[in-house]
């Protein structure tokens, strides 16, 4: 009998343990996850084969991909409603990757951006030029850039073609791996005249990818120091980080254009504070009466609002080992469920098949 009710759309996306998340992970992606928990069959996972690719210590890695599991649940996904997995607890990830490679060119590997960006720093370069092939090439010190970090975009298409994923919530930075995931679909079923990959899309929610803004007075929220919120920050460090926010003078006369520095918090202020509160900074700054002092004092409070009952839970589910294995072990089943067939497939279309 067909079954009447809609399949729900497989979305599926992934996060580098390489370090703790921070408020950009989080308005960026995490809470837009929970949101979509409902609605979709949706599939969460650790990417600690990726991470290997930049950050190979094994200490690290192991305690990392925990703290992000731990980070996940905390910030509301819900083990029951969603597949949450660890990449590596799924080894026919690692053996499609294989078979994928097949089909994909080493020179488009290296025209990526962000491969391109990474093999820099494992050489040192500083200069964006395009000689990045060659220096790779001609280069016999002791510095290399893996073979791995070239294939990144081969395992990450893997990671959402196993899956047969319709949807893949990532931000712009990923734009172009998610391309090269819809190319290699697309080369896959025309060379075995099939059309058994469909090619995801970005979802993006509807709107515009919020950008989260860092407190460096500079561009987006990332990890360097002095520009980033963690979730798992205390009071007290939190606080002292949105006080030494970079601002500017204040304004010199009425309806003065914002500098960057203080648009950023303005922005960073209508993600966490009622639009009552916005308007009120915003009014000040219009008619100069604006102490920064006070708006990042409100600007603190209202992210304490958000973070630390997260950081409350992150703290007692990192604590709770026994709970985080149970919740992977399931995640791993169900995510190997879906991958061993579509890899069974994938060998028969390819001709590996049993003499
Ligand atoms: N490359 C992604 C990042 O750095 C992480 C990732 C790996 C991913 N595999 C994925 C994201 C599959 C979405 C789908 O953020």
Do not use: W
């Amino acid at each position: 009998m067909e079954n009447k009710e809609e399949k729900k759309k497989i979305v599926l996306s992934g996060i580098r343990s390489t370090g703790n998340l921070h408020l950009g992970n989080y308005f960026g992606a995490l809470s837009k996850f929970v949101k979509m928990q409902d609605d979709y069959d949706c599939r969460y996972f650790v990417a600690d084969l990726h991470a290997l690719t930049t950050h190979p210590d094994p200490k690290m890695i192991h305690e990392n991909v925990k703290q992000i599991l731990a980070e996940y649940l905390a910030a509301g996904l819900d083990p029951e409603k969603n597949t949450i997995f660890v990449q590596s607890d799924v080894p026919e990830i690692s053996e499609m990757y294989l078979l994928l490679n097949m089909h994909v060119g080493i020179g488009e590997l290296m025209r990526t951006a962000s491969f391109k960006d990474k093999a820099r720093k494992a050489l040192g370069i500083t200069s964006d030029g395009d000689e990045i092939e060659k220096e790779i090439i001609g280069n016999n010190t002791n510095q290399r850039v893996n073979a791995g970090l070239l294939t990144y975009p081969t395992l990450m298409a893997v990671d959402i073609l196993i899956q047969k994923a319709d949807l893949v919530p990532v931000g712009k930075d990923q734009e172009q791996h998610l391309e090269l995931t819809r190319r290699f679909a697309r080369r896959f079923n025309s060379f075995y005249k099939t059309d058994y990959f469909t090619e995801p899309t970005n979802f993006n929610f509807g709107g515009e990818a919020v950008k989260v803004p860092g407190l460096d007075g500079s561009g987006k929220m990332g990890k360097s120091e002095g520009n980033c919120i963690y979730l798992i920050d205390d009071e007290k460090t939190l606080r002292k980080k949105v006080m030494r926010a970079v601002t500017d003078e204040g304004p010199k006369e009425p309806n003065q254009p914002v500098s960057q520095p203080v648009e950023n918090l303005f922005t960073l202020m209508a993600l966490v504070s009622g639009p009552e509160v916005v308007k009120h900074y915003r009014d000040a700054y219009a008619d100069c009466s604006i102490r920064y002092g006070d708006m990042k004092k409100q600007l603190a409070e209202d992210i304490l609002k958000i973070t630390l009952p997260i950081r409350e839970r992150i703290l007692e589910i990192r604590g709770d080992d026994e709970y985080l294995s149970k919740v992977v072990a399931r995640g791993a089943e169900r995510a190997r469920e879906y991958a061993s067939a579509t890899l069974r497939d994938v060998k028969e279309i390819m001709g590996i098949r049993k003499v």
